[in-house]
């Protein structure tokens, strides 16, 4: 049985006085909800304070990025060992915002994962094609070398989970149609099953879906099969919202 996981990405958004005070109302709206994974990715210089808001809490944090080295000079880097020491159980690798602004190729994704199985911390790994790919009949191609080359050499079992995440549907608020991501999530499970895992692995994997996910409409794309829960930005920062949103059937 596959993991419900509702993850909240803040991006570069609340200071440590901000991450306590969110949390602050985020904890109580979260009380009877022990049966999803519920993580919140806050910015590296609020891990520290999610770390002591959420100590007593089954509300789980993670950092947005890593360095693939453990230590050594590379200036304004954190590593996976750094983050272990922080309590982080999760890290993103890979989103499409890191990818554009910051040239992070899949290859380097493939490092950085590796990095982060070897501390025990869960990768989330984005993938997911751009507004120009998807209209030239790309998709396919771009998310099977995604998963590819970003999951190389991935033991069968280290934890590990995808995030499907179009680039087009991020923050844009058009969100992908039931069917776009149904499809989406069937090709990226087959992907792992064909060239990272084998099919019983594979059909063990969360994917969580991301881009403009709102109340309002993840209770239609949490009903399909392949759906295992959200990588949610705007509305992750909304406490009722992000609370709404893991109203799912588990
Ligand atoms: P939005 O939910 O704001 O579209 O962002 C999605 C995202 O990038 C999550 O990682």
Redesign the pocket.
Known sequence: MRRKVIAG?W?MHFSPLETEKFLNELVPLLENKAGLDWIVFPPSVSLFKAKEKLNKSFIKFGAQNCHQEQKGAFTGEISALMLKELGCQYC?VG???RRQYFNETSMACNLKIKALINQGITPIY?VGETLKEREEGKTEKVLKEQITSGLKDINLNDSLVV?Y?PVW????GVVATPQQVEEAHKLIRLCLADTVFNQKRAAEISILY????KPENSQELSMLSQVDGF?????SMVAKSFAQIGQIPL
Not at 169 to 172: H, M, N
Not at 210 to 213: A, P
């Open positions: 990405n991006k993103l989103h499409s915002e984005c995030a995440e549907a991020i923050g844009t991301g881009g403009s996910v990588l949610v930005g705007g509305a």
